[in-house]
């Protein structure tokens, strides 16, 4: 369960709203339990979503307009702040690996997409105290087929503006270099096999595919026919003439060979 000596603690799953976060990091958190890894799914929630629920029922169009541009980033950062000390606290305690559903790093993009960079400063004094997490992966995904998935999904809605705002953010923060891309314009089981896929080697060696396994362990489909078994043909023996006798005319197909110390060497065809 160590990658080297280090024990998996925290992996986080990061990227624009749409990329498929959420489904990913349920996952993964099942696929590390199932592995003997035992994992837990956290949703580190910054409250937009519901601060703009609550700004519709007062009539306002978003939640911007409802507590201002700084009101928003300041409830973000402190719901996001306590959503991921609780989930650290909580692993910490159950020795299980926190598969984090968004991290500090979405909330560095957040600030930078709406333009308040002098949040930035603030958030990263705040968020020092968190461990980087092991592994991070940024669902990298095209902001039109964010739109369209979050258009589908009819649960709240997000404007192309923001998502390729965001997308631009995720890029320019300067832990971006050490993210693991993750293309998640794919569909949703080709990512987990990438995201699983990077993990293997913190698994332990009997839950990693072994593409040499023996036959026996393969499916019953996969079990190939046993191949017929092939007669085998005996050359004829051939006894050396006696003294005074004529040599047997070779049958077609054999061969012989001319002063050659020995009896003749016969061949027959199958």
Partial sequence: MRRGRTRLRTVALIGIDGSGKTTQAHRLA????????????????SGRRWLGRLAHRLGRPDAQRLVGRDGVLAVESVLRWLAIAAALLSCLLTGRTAVMDRYSACQYASI?????????????????FFPTPQVTFLLAVDPAEAYRRIEQRGTDHE??????????????????????????????????????????????????????????????????????PQPSVMPPSVSTPAAGTTAAVPAVGERTSRGAAGPLVAQARP
């Fill in 30 to 45: 099942d696929a590390l339990t199932a592995a003997g890894r035992p994992a837990t799914y956290r949703r580190n929630a």
């Fill in 112 to 128: 930078r997409a709406h333009g308040g960079h002098r949040w930035e400063r603030l958030a990263r004094a705040g968020y020092r």
């Fill in 159 to 228: 404007t192309m503006g923001w998502l390729t705002a965001a997308d631009t953010a995720y890029r320019a923060l300067p832990e971006y270099p050490t993210f693991v891309l993750v293309d998640a314009g794919r569909p949703a089981e080709e990512v987990s096999e990438q995201i699983q896929a990077h993990l293997a080697t913190w698994l332990p060696p009997s839950a990693r595919p072994d593409p040499a396994r023996p036959p026996a362990e393969r499916p019953p489909s996969e079990v190939p026919e046993p191949a017929a």
